[in-house]
């Protein structure tokens, strides 16, 4: 068990650490406001809660193999986020199941799934965020970077080109 307390211009800090087995607490508290962090590691898995006078983080880390999967959620707000790694490929999925702020605005259901492909000098990355698409190439060869973005129609090409000390781009 370690404790410390500190003071600073008539503020104080109070710090608590216990570690218990694979379980670490920790209290940070400073004149009222108080927060509380507890990590648990179990195996490859990660949990860690955070909490700072009545909002609530939860948090978990899960590996298994390559995939990662992680979940924070903040007194209602739920954020669930998952990478898997498979070779050069990454696959990161966003969801977020209820977004409210003072009452008047709400997203339900609204998933960003986002892929991220690696061959060679190429990187290839595209975003779909429910109907809306992003899809995107930077390919870099020698002192040339032409990138690519496509949005739903829309499409936008950008290449630079480095030369010395010059640069031209096109759009």
Do not use: D, P, W
């Not at 670490?24 to 004149?31: K, Q």
């Not at 970077?145 to 630079?160: H, L, N």
Request: net charge negative.
């Amino acid at each position: 068990m370690l404790r410390g307390t500190f003071h600073f211009l008539c503020c104080a800090i109070y710090s608590t650490f216990r570690i218990t087995g694979y379980e670490v607490h920790s209290t940070f508290r400073i004149t009222g406001y108080e927060e509380h962090s507890t990590f648990r590691i179990t195996g490859y898995e990660v949990h860690s809660t955070f909490r700072i006078t009545g909002y609530e983080v939860h948090s978990t880390f899960r590996i298994t193999g390559y995939e990662v999967h992680s979940t924070f959620r903040i007194t209602g707000y739920e954020v669930l986020s998952m990478f898997r790694i498979t070779g050069y490929e990454v696959h990161s999925t966003y969801r977020i199941t209820c977004y409210e702020v003072h009452n008047m605005f709400c997203v339900t259901g609204y998933a960003v799934h986002s892929t991220v492909r690696i061959t060679g000098y190429e990187v290839h990355s595209t975003f779909r965020i429910t109907g809306y698409e992003v899809h995107s190439t930077f390919r870099i060869t020698g002192y040339e970077e032409q990138s690519t973005f496509r949005i739903t129609g829309y499409e936008v090409y950008s290449t630079f080109h480095i030369t010395g000390y010059e640069v031209h781009s096109t759009f």
